[in-house]
């Protein structure tokens, strides 16, 4: 089981001609993700090659939309590639063609653009990952994004953060024992899927066993996300925030991650998390080895 992304999903790449988006295509193809065409209006009609998982040349067609896309190969996955001023646009027009998940790598999305397409989605079918996030990735299985695919096999651990690498690091610590899904969340004011609907999802996942939760400093989210845990999570969590040494009202890292006025910091973020039962490490580290003792007590 899986969250969101499966084996069976079939992926698009919008951006798939630019350099990164190369990089990554074949990067998700090494990692067995089905990997079905992409979209770029200027080259549509071509193809671009790339190995699969098992090291065959696979030919993928370019698209000139994702509702072509959608149409010639029934995807129903795409990651946008897209330059920060172009996104909008390609995420209006991946959420007009009905994609069911749209995972949108892009740092430095103006914070109004992601404001306009999160109203624009509300109600609608797409849901969305990001924007400036890793991006999702269920092991052994498929990955859509830039999560290095040979961190952490499956297991039955669910991860969601908000920050990349510290992603990355949670799989790595906590490799021996793998996990269901990791989400990238992705760190700016304003992102499609939050800490509460991942949270959601893996307390619904019969294979998800116990759950990390990373979080950091700036907004509320992480306190929002206390209180869903203690009303509606019954599995073991484990957190960390990001970001106990950080200056009050300077920016650090992700566009979100800002204390202002006391509010948004670490502290009280640890202190509203473990109010609602949510063991919280003071290091990475730490969080790994008491998710680590969770997974030894259960049967």
């Not at 590639?81 to 646009?89: C, L």
């Not at 960390?240 to 992700?254: D, Q, R, S």
Request: glycine share 14%; charged share 20%.
């Amino acid at each position: 089981m899986a969250i969101f992304l499966t084996k069976d999903s079939k992926v698009i790449v919008q951006g798939i001609t630019g350099g990164e988006g190369s990089k990554h295509t074949a990067r998700m193809l090494a990692a067995g993700t089905d990997v079905v065409g992409g979209v770029n209006a200027r080259k549509a009609g071509t193809t671009v090659e790339h190995k699969d998982a098992d090291g065959n040349t696979v030919e993928l067609p370019v698209f000139g939309s994702v509702a072509e896309a959608i149409e010639k190969t029934g995807a129903d996955v795409s990651v946008a590639f897209v330059p920060p001023a172009f996104t909008k646009d390609a995420v209006i027009e991946a959420i007009d063609a009905e994609i069911g998940l749209l995972v949108i790598i892009t740092e430095g999305v103006p914070v109004q653009d992601s404001a306009e397409f999160w109203a624009y989605a509300q109600g609608k079918k797409t849901r969305i990952i990001g924007p400036n996030c890793p991006g999702i990735i269920t092991p052994g299985e498929a990955l859509a994004g830039i999560t290095p695919a040979n961190i952490a096999g499956s297991g039955p651990i669910g991860l969601v953060s908000k920050s990349g690498t510290l992603t990355y690091q949670m799989m790595f610590e906590l490799r021996d024992y793998g996990f269901t899904t990791a989400i990238g969340i992705g760190g700016d004011p304003i992102i499609g899927t939050t800490h509460i609907d991942a949270l959601e999802a893996f307390e619904a996942d019969p294979d998800t066993k116990a759950i990390v939760m990373i979080g950091e400093i700036g907004g509320d989210a992480e306190e929002k996300a206390a209180a869903y845990i203690q009303a509606h999570v019954t599995k073991p969590v484990v957190g960390y925030v990001a970001g106990f040494t950080a200056p009050e009202g300077k920016t650090m890292g992700h566009a979100g991650a800002i204390v202002s006025d006391g509010a948004g910091t670490a502290q009280g973020k640890k202190e509203a998390l473990e109010a609602a039962g949510v063991k919280v490490g003071k290091t990475p580290s730490e969080t790994a080895a008491l998710m680590r003792e969770i997974l030894k007590n259960l049967v």
